[in-house]
């Protein structure tokens, strides 16, 4: 709304105002930087969380870099400028080392770190560097407490490479349905269960009934989503092709 942008004016122009000042802090330039990105302004906004890495090189400062030059380079994709973006997410993957450096086990920073690496979900806006995001996530998932977001990108990393790791990623999968058992966990949970049963499936497991259960399992939590209920409907069709050639 113009309320909203007008407050945010104001205060990019404290921020600019306190610096201007002499109150240079890495606080300030933070502050400043968050308010830019809020009013679109990426780029401003980068050279402000650059200032706040040279007065505090802490994991964090180094995190809200790599954050913004991931989505800067995300974006530069998107708009057709493929080489300069790639670039930009290389420099994201840098700082996000920065940060692991002084912070090795932030889970998060590992998961986001993996998925510019490799994006299973959008290869483009990845560099393609499949062994690095696993070895990256193999690490996030073999932190204590396990977390099972890091499981079940890991798990999608071994079920999509060529050739499948079947055997590791079901291993995975187990794992994530027995961590969070009890737990509100639902979208690790339908994400695990889901897997499970494609890999009954595409195993080509004569025992293709076990496939039927993992796809109701991952409806039950996301009724709506297309993929559970594509599943859903081959895990009975394969079970009915098993019995009709018995």
Known sequence: SSDSRSYLLTAAQAFADALRLGEVSADVHEGAALTLQSLGRPQEAIVHLQAAVRLDGSSGRYLALARALSQIGRE????????????????????????LEREPENVKALIDLAS?????DQPD??????????????????????SPEALVRLGRLLFSQSPPDYAAAKSVFVDVLRLTRGTDATAERGEASYYLSRIVIENNDVDAAQAIPGADLALSYEPANPRYRQQACLARIRFADIKTEA
Do not use: M, V
């Open 76 to 99: 530069q994709i998107r708009g057709g400028q493929t080489a300069i973006g790639r670039q930009t997410l290389r420099s994201a993957i840098a700082h996000f080392e920065s940060a």
């Open 116 to 120: 510019l690496q490799w994006n299973s």
């Open 125 to 146: 806006l990845g560099l393609g560097d499949r062994e690095a995001a696993t070895q990256t996530l193999s690490k996030a998932a073999g932190l204590t407490p396990a």
